[in-house]
């Protein structure tokens, strides 16, 4: 008994000894918490084991400053509060990094705060967890218990331990009954307290106010110094080599490598909370009607064509969409060396609707636009991408629409799924399944991740096999700049493009060709192709404007129209059962046409959808369309228009597509109004989450898919 007192009374002193240096050195706790807390984001580093995103010196210096810069505040505290504020912030932070390792482990992304908003993302992680969790991932928590236990003491014994250490008496009837208590814990009989003198006060107050200006001070210094540290590196970063990743924000794993764990986590507030709270754009009333009658003006005009033959005429098919990386329309038919640079969609054009004058209307976002622009019909954002910044709002989308009406949905790309922040974004896009990199064995390493044979393949041993009629949305990889493809599949001889890029691309889109042919023959063999409509376009450009290279492609490389329109055209092939419709169709259209063009055929209508394209295979006449590029440029098939770099009307163009003559601005006001409208009315609708606002009991809802009999 007199051990355990005595075991007891050491352990007393001990946490009263340690309280005392704490007070006594008011930075120390925080350079400890620091100190801590980078071991701990290095460790976190080497658990993640990102490739090319190992923890540099660099990096050091940046969480450093990340910790300093969230521990500062705490020096404003009295020691307890101080203490106990830093325990807290491990514990929290701590927790924060685990929970990153598990969900990037399933993920491969990190916990942002839309994935926060749908919870539902991180339920799906399921039974899983277990499986996700190594042994040493508990060293990010180990000292938690024991730091509980030492705030637990500082809450509930610290007050009067450090009154003791520092030597005060206790008043009659105060904070300490009995004897008064001096520094060594010893007792002495009990005397009356004398009151203060006015000496005794004043010397207090200035030593309070000493110690207060001392906490401030030293929490200004430690802001500062994690200031410089953190933001002198970002800025460096943000300057040369990481320019563009702020506004285009395109992989949170990009973020983390440049602004460091806690950077990452801090900047993923603030970016929520700029374009949801601080600018997130307000639309008024009138601005809100005058959005919904525009709306409803597009949707009755979908339809009247309802009463279109091929509305409907496909109803029930499977519908298989492939997104083909860098695909354009410039090589089609076209040979090299002797050999046919895309011989298999050559012969697949006989038998399909192709669209020669169909452009991709992507901005920053690149392929997540075209994703978005095609099975949700609305426009990107200026800066950034929607699949980044807007994944938690309501969009009317292919996948969602097919399923009201029956279809089973999934999506397939072979690379990780945090990229592009496609985890949270087809969550909100309703498919069944997202099927990324993890779900793929990577049996044939071609460019990025897996070749596009071994992907098709797998992603069709999934696809055969789900219920019917099916959503299938496949997204290529292997066509990816910079179109480095392994010695044994290049296959074409491209003479004088040999050792150029130019050459590179046709290599990889030549493997790429090959590639759908072996899905088009998976198609026939599984006894899909005859119940199933096949729809392949290109994404974007290839990002090759070294224009000596585009010789033996086009008629004069220096007209700023052929440039202009070589890096907006894409291909649109919709091969239907039965061959129906096969053509070459000269009308005019854009991605925002895909989805209610698929949807017409099917016979689901998107009359009372948040969409902005229209169908392009219809019977009936088809009406002067306008296809309108994110940055103000626009096509009507007839007029090229071009606005000028600084956004002025003096400098910008007028063209007549087919001759390349120049026309006169006039020629082009009536689009360039138009163009700026719809841009208007989608930035509104997606920026302002309109979607729910203006569908919810404003418009009837969409009719049930048609019957082939209808």
């Not at 009936?620 to 002025?648: I, N």
């Not at 409208?677 to 989608?682: F, G, T, V, Y």
Request: with cysteine; net charge negative.
């Amino acid at each position: 008994m007199k051990q355990e007192k005595n075991s007891n009374g050491l352990l007393r002193r001990c946490l009263r000894w340690s309280l005392l240096q704490l007070d006594r050195f008011i930075v120390l706790d925080v350079i400890i918490f620091a100190a801590v807390m980078v071991w701990k984001l290095y460790f976190f580093s080497t658990l993640l084991s990102v490739p090319y995103m190992n923890m540099t010196r660099t990096d050091a210096i940046i969480e450093t400053g990340a910790v300093l810069l969230i521990a500062s505040w705490t020096l404003l505290l009295p020691t307890r509060g101080r203490l106990l504020a830093l325990i807290s912030l491990n514990a929290a932070l701590s927790a924060l990094l685990y929970a990153d390792v598990i969900y990037y482990r399933y993920f491969q992304d990190l916990i942002t705060v839309p994935v926060l908003t749908q919870l539902s993302q991180v339920d799906s992680l399921g039974d899983s967890i277990e499986t996700l969790l190594r042994g040493t991932d508990f060293l990010l928590l180990a000292d938690i218990p024991l730091l509980l236990l030492y705030g637990a003491y500082v809450l509930l014994r610290g007050r009067v331990d450090l009154r003791i250490s520092r030597g005060e008496r206790f008043p009659s009837g105060g904070a300490s009954s009995g004897p008064e208590l001096t520094l060594s814990g010893s007792s002495a009989p009990a005397t009356p307290s004398k009151a203060p003198s006015l000496e005794a006060i004043a010397r207090a107050k200035t030593a309070r106010w000493r110690t207060v200006l001392f906490r401030i001070g030293a929490g200004a210094a430690v802001c500062a110094l994690g200031f410089s540290l953190f933001f002198g590196q970002v800025n460096k970063a943000a300057e040369t080599w990481a320019k563009e990743l702020f506004k285009k924000d395109w992989w949170n794993l990009s973020l983390y490598n440049v602004v460091g764990g806690l950077g990452f986590h801090g900047y993923d507030v603030y970016r929520y909370a700029k374009l949801n709270w601080l600018d997130a754009e307000t639309v008024t009333a009138h601005e809100r009607d005058e959005t919904l009658e525009w709306i409803k003006e597009l949707g009755e005009r979908r339809g009247q064509l309802e009463d279109d033959p091929l509305f409907g005429a496909y109803a029930g098919s499977n519908l298989l969409m492939v997104q083909v990386e860098a695909l354009q329309p410039f090589m089609l038919g076209k040979s090299i060396g002797g050999t046919a640079i895309t011989p298999v969609l050559n012969d697949l054009l006989k038998d399909s609707v192709y669209y020669s004058s169909f452009y991709h209307q992507t901005a920053q976002g690149r392929t997540s636009d075209a994703d978005f622009a095609s099975n949700c019909s609305l426009q990107p954002v200026m800066s950034g991408s929607v699949f980044i910044q807007y994944a938690s709002n309501d969009f009317h989308c292919l996948p969602g629409m097919l399923k009201e009406n029956g279809y089973s949905a999934a999506v397939f790309h072979p690379y990780q799924g945090g990229f592009w922040n496609r985890n949270v974004m087809y969550n909100r896009m309703n498919y069944d399944q997202f099927y990324s990199l993890k779900h793929f064995r990577l049996d044939e390493p071609v460019g990025w991740a897996l070749g596009d044979k071994s992907f098709y393949r797998q992603s069709m041993d999934v696809i055969s096999d789900m219920p019917q009629p099916f959503y299938g949305f496949l997204i290529t990889l292997t066509s990816h700049h910079p179109y480095r493809m392994p010695a044994a599949e290049k296959r074409l001889d491209v003479e004088e493009l040999d050792g150029t890029i130019m050459g590179d691309y046709l290599q990889s889109i030549h493997y790429a060709d090959a590639a759908l042919g072996e899905l088009i023959a998976r198609l026939k063999t599984d006894g899909l192709w005859d119940n199933t409509i096949l729809a392949i376009y290109g994404d974007h450009d290839n990002s090759i404007t070294d224009w000596k290279l585009y010789d033996r492609f086009m008629s004069d490389t220096s007209s700023e129209l052929e440039q202009e329109r070589m890096l907006k055209r894409i291909p649109l092939i919709i091969r239907l059962p039965g061959n129906d419709e096969a053509g070459t169709y000269a009308t005019v259209g854009g991605q925002l046409d895909i989805a209610p063009t698929l949807l017409h055929l099917l016979g689901i209508s998107s009359q009372h959808k948040g969409m902005l394209g229209m169908p392009l295979l219809t019977k009936q006449p088809a009406e002067e369309r306008l296809v309108a590029q994110r940055y103000g440029s626009w096509t009507d098939g007839k007029r090229y228009y071009l606005p000028s770099a600084d956004g002025l009307a003096a400098g910008s163009r007028c063209y007549a597509v087919h001759s390349g003559d120049l026309l006169e601005p006039l020629a082009c006001e009536p689009g360039i109004v138009a163009a700026e409208q719809q841009l208007m009315m989608s930035d509104r609708i997606v920026m302002n989450n309109l979607i729910a606002k203006l569908f919810d009991s404003t418009m009837l809802e969409a009719r049930p898919i048609a019957s082939n009999s209808d």
